[in-house]
T-cell receptor, first 116, second 110 residues
Framework: DAGITQSPRHKVTETGTPVTLRCHQT?????MYWYRQDPGHGLRLIHY???????DKGEVSDGYSVSRSKTEDFLLTLESATSSQTSVYFC???????????????FGPGTRLTVL | RKEVEQDPGPFNVPEGATVAFNCTYS??????FFWYRQDCRKEPKLLMS???SGNEDGRFTAQLNRASQYISLLIRDSKLSDSATYLC???????????FGPGTRLSVLP
């Protein structure tokens, strides 16, 4: 399995507070991704990064920001958490931007976030 | 309409049964195709890539029909350990972006 970790694994917070989730990979992968997974919606892309300091928005980016200052770390920040951001958050990484059937994404274990 | 659609499920099958999952995608520029499995409260994990010529990995067979924009996964001789949600995935934008289907849940019963 790819070496991808996420912290914290569980978090309960209150509406209006800032929250930062961390993803750390030891595979030297260039691409990193943040998804959220909710019942009825499946996995939805929040933001992704294609290199250090290079990021782009995904399908559901409103209310989220990201930063990537090192290859191995990708941070997701909720500036002011809302109850609609209660979800399971998964980080993923992959080697390159090739459209190649062998170049797939590897996922971290997930963070369960509850916003009260 | 979602970009990737799958059988709604759930599928409840006895051990030893053969089960087929279907997936359709709407973006004709999609480039790579995968099946992932996700166990309850766990992260998705790659099950297999899907090639145009079709491919097999033990009891699992995947097929791709680009003309019909259709992907399938066949599981033969199903085991209890196959119980999971199966996610159909397509990529585009030169492989940068992965689009996940909503998943189909499988329960294999003793």
């Amino acid at each position: 399995d790819a070496g991808i970790t996420q912290s914290p694994r569980h978090k309960v917070t209150e509406t209006g507070t800032p929250v930062t989730l961390r993803c750390h990979q030891t595979e030297n992968h260039r691409y990193m991704y943040w998804y959220r997974q909710d019942p009825g919606h499946g996995l939805r892309l929040i933001h992704y990064s294609y290199g250090v300091k290079d990021t782009d928005k995904g399908e559901v980016s409103d209310g989220y920001s990201v930063s990537r200052s090192k290859t191995e770390d990708f941070l997701l920040t909720l500036e002011s958490a809302t109850s609609s951001q209660t979800s399971v958050y998964f980080c993923a990484s992959k080697t390159s931007g090739r459209a190649d059937s062998t170049d797939t994404q590897y996922f971290g274990p997930g963070t369960r976030l509850t916003v009260l | 309409r979602k970009e990737v659609e799958q059988d709604p499920g759930p599928f409840n099958v006895p051990e030893g049964a053969t089960v087929a999952f279907n997936c359709t995608y709407s973006n004709s520029a999609s480039q790579s195709f995968f099946w992932y499995r996700q166990d309850c409260r766990k992260e998705p994990k790659l099950l297999m890539s899907v090639y145009s010529s079709g491919n097999e990995d033990g009891r699992f067979t995947a097929q791709l029909n680009r003309a019909s924009q259709y992907i399938s996964l066949l599981i033969r001789d199903s085991k209890l350990s196959d119980s999971a949600t199966y996610l159909c995935v397509v990529t585009h934008n030169y492989g940068q972006n992965f689009v996940f289907g909503p998943g189909t849940r499988l329960s294999v019963l003793p």
